[in-house]
């Protein structure tokens, strides 16, 4: 039977056509239903479906303008705070910490003591042989501590990672907590065991009978090159066992298999893998060995001046700020740099 709400909208459209003298619509269901065959079952006639299509649009219309930006019945509201609002406490405590006192350091080291603003003290500082030692030092120091910590600093990691011995767990831990000693405290380390006083002396002295022991190195520019090395090769090792944990064990048994010896196997395989964890690891070691401050002065290494050492003796002990504060400058201006060079790497290997 066709649904009574349908035929009571027919029969009034019927009436109404009528009435008004026009011949009343007819649709496909009504056609069929006078050839004989069954109404399909609600199935609207053309002029319902239009009429309740335009309700529904009505409907939509009103309910869209009733509601909010957030879904229906929720009132509008109003323009947040913007974005660049709540950026700016942080960067007023950053220019206030940072930014304010290092431009204070090169507005001194733009007065000179005769007053006014030149580069003047730049001029002298860059004139002195005692500036161009210490950038000498500095950089061949940094150089040669960072060429150690990724030779030893790799060798170190390939044994732990590659060779199991009891123990290996824990030497990992070591390193990941050796990471947060301070410089000076390696430093006193290598001074009980190979200072004036130190160990290895005491007992050269006690076996030979000799008035003082032959280890006196530390004192030397190669003690500090042997305590920066010994301080800072875990900060090679860290990212490289991390590397090594990722290395796809399967491609060592294939080249073993192959018959390639272990050089070959290093060289050719593990290497590769390697090369990001060494390019991150030993810009940072640049870095930090470039501004190294307390390995120096606490070896006591006489004739070893670097740019650190330089700015300390300037401002402590000659109270020479303005030349102090071109020496600051130009160590900034270096670090700054080697750091670009250092982010620019780790995002170019992927480290």
């Given at each position: 039977?066709?649904?009574?709400?349908?035929?009571?909208?027919?029969?009034?459209?019927?009436?109404?056509?009528?009435?008004?003298?026009?011949?009343?619509?007819?649709?496909?269901?009504?056609?069929?239903?006078?050839?004989?065959?069954?109404?399909?079952?609600?199935?609207?006639?053309?002029?319902?479906?239009?009429?309740?299509?335009?309700?529904?649009?009505?409907?939509?219309?009103?309910?869209?303008?009733?509601?909010?930006?957030?879904?229906?019945?929720?009132?509008?509201?109003?323009?947040?705070?913007?974005?660049?609002?709540?950026?700016?406490?942080?960067?007023?405590?950053?220019?206030?910490?940072?930014?304010?006192?290092?431009?204070?350091?090169?507005?001194?080291?733009?007065?000179?003591?005769?007053?006014?603003?030149?580069?003047?003290?730049?001029?002298?500082?860059?004139?002195?042989?005692?500036?161009?030692?210490?950038?000498?030092?500095?950089?061949?120091?940094?150089?040669?501590?960072?060429?150690?910590?990724?030779?030893?600093?790799?060798?170190?990691?390939?044994?732990?990672?590659?060779?199991p011995f009891p123990g290996g767990k824990a030497v990992?831990?070591?390193?990941?907590?050796?990471?947060?000693?301070?410089?000076?405290?390696?430093?006193?380390?290598?001074?009980?065991?190979?200072?004036?006083?130190?160990?290895?002396?005491?007992?050269?002295?006690?076996?030979?009978?000799?008035?003082?022991?032959?280890?006196?190195?530390?004192?030397?520019?190669?003690?500090?090159?042997?305590?920066?090395?010994?301080?800072?090769?875990?900060?090679?090792?860290?990212?490289?066992?991390?590397?090594?944990?990722?290395?796809?064990?399967?491609?060592?048994?294939?080249?073993?298999?192959?018959?390639?010896?272990?050089?070959?196997?290093?060289r050719r395989v593990i290497l590769p893998e390697a090369?990001?964890?060494?390019?991150?690891?030993?810009?940072?070691?640049?870095?930090m060995c470039l501004n190294e401050f307390g390995i120096?002065?606490?070896?006591?290494?006489?004739?070893?001046?670097?740019?650190?050492?330089?700015?300390?003796?300037?401002?402590?002990?000659?109270?020479?700020?303005?030349?102090?504060?071109?020496?600051?400058?130009?160590?900034?201006?270096?670090?700054?740099?080697?750091?670009?060079?250092?982010?620019?790497?780790?995002?170019?290997?992927?480290?």
């Amino acid at each position: 039977m066709p649904d009574a709400p349908q035929s009571a909208v027919r029969r009034g459209l019927r009436r109404a056509s009528g009435r008004a003298g026009v011949p009343a619509p007819t649709s496909p269901v009504d056609g069929a239903a006078g050839a004989g065959h069954p109404a399909g079952a609600g199935t609207p006639s053309p002029p319902v479906r239009d009429a309740a299509a335009g309700q529904e649009r009505t409907e939509a219309a009103s309910s869209r303008a009733a509601s909010g930006p957030d879904g229906p019945g929720t009132p509008r509201q109003p323009r947040g705070t913007p974005r660049f609002v709540w950026a700016l406490p942080p960067v007023a405590i950053l220019g206030l910490v940072f930014v304010y006192p290092l431009a204070l350091v090169v507005q001194q080291s733009l007065s000179p003591d005769e007053g006014g603003t030149s580069f003047a003290p730049y001029t002298r500082v860059f004139a002195s042989a005692a500036f161009r030692d210490a950038l000498t030092t500095t950089v061949w120091l940094a150089v040669g501590s960072t060429l150690g910590c990724l030779i030893l600093g790799f060798t170190l990691a390939l044994i732990n990672a590659f060779v199991p011995f009891p123990g290996g767990k824990a030497v990992a831990k070591f390193i990941d907590v050796f990471l947060s000693f301070p410089s000076f405290l390696i430093t006193l380390a290598l001074l009980f065991i190979y200072g004036t006083v130190g160990m290895a002396n005491g007992l050269w002295t006690d076996v030979t009978g000799a008035a003082e022991g032959p280890f006196h190195f530390l004192s030397t520019p190669g003690g500090v090159l042997l305590a920066e090395i010994t301080y800072f090769t875990p900060f090679v090792m860290r990212p490289l066992l991390a590397a090594f944990s990722q290395l796809d064990t399967a491609q060592l048994e294939v080249a073993s298999s192959l018959g390639a010896r272990p050089a070959r196997i290093v060289r050719r395989v593990i290497l590769p893998e390697a090369l990001p964890a060494l390019a991150a690891g030993g810009s940072l070691v640049l870095v930090m060995c470039l501004n190294e401050f307390g390995i120096v002065l606490f070896t006591g290494a006489k004739g070893v001046t670097t740019l650190p050492m330089l700015v300390y003796g300037k401002a402590i002990l000659e109270s020479d700020y303005p030349a102090a504060c071109v020496v600051a400058v130009v160590n900034i201006t270096i670090s700054v740099g080697l750091y670009s060079l250092y982010r620019m790497v780790s995002r170019r290997v992927g480290a």
